[in-house]
């Protein structure tokens, strides 16, 4: 398994994203995740985008962090926002995820963040054991999702 920093907008990050999309349709029976984002939030140093591929080249994970200060959506000083974490259904238990937040994590904090945070929903089960038994604990909600029901906020101190 090799971990490579791409653009957000790269083919290989769009073709996931898109399954990702699809994905939380299905689980929430919407259009996906409407967060606003872009390219230019995932670049260096203000955040970063990973991609975990096969031993064949192919996109089997990703996910990325973004830079957000305090805000009006919730958000603290020296929050690295967690995003697009995803790992092919083909793909999954085998701790590709826990690989991709590793790398995420490090990264972030030698970009002087000090808290990564993330938003999931209680749709997604697993992802919110994924990040509670990685150190992550239940926070304040922010961002997009903040005034739903179904929003669940954790951080991490980095």
């Known amino acids: 398994m090799r971990i490579r920093r ?3 907008d790269h ?5 996931l994203n898109d399954q990702v999309q699809a994905e939380y349709a299905v689980r929430y029976g919407d259009d996906g995740d409407a967060t606003v984002m872009t390219a230019s939030d995932f670049e260096p140093p203000h955040g970063i985008y990973l ?16 830079s957000q200060d305090a805000n009006d959506q919730g ?3 020296g929050d690295a926002e967690l995003k697009r974490m995803y790992v092919t259904e083909q793909m999954r ?12 994590e490090e990264d972030a904090r030698a970009a002087g963040r000090v808290r990564m945070v993330l938003e999931t ?31 669940r906020c954790f951080a991490k101190s980095l």
């Open 6 to 8: 791409v653009a957000f």
């Open 11 to 15: 083919p290989d990050a769009r073709k």
């Open 51 to 66: 991609i975990a591929y096969d031993e064949l080249g192919t996109p089997v994970a990703s996910g990325g962090w973004r």
């Open 75 to 77: 958000n603290l000083d």
């Open 93 to 104: 238990g085998q701790g590709l995820a826990r690989r991709v937040l590793a790398a995420l």
């Open 121 to 151: 929903g209680t749709k997604q089960p697993e992802a919110i054991a994924l990040y509670t038994s990685s150190g992550y604990q239940p926070c304040a909600k922010f961002g997009y999702y903040r005034h739903h029901d179904d929003s």
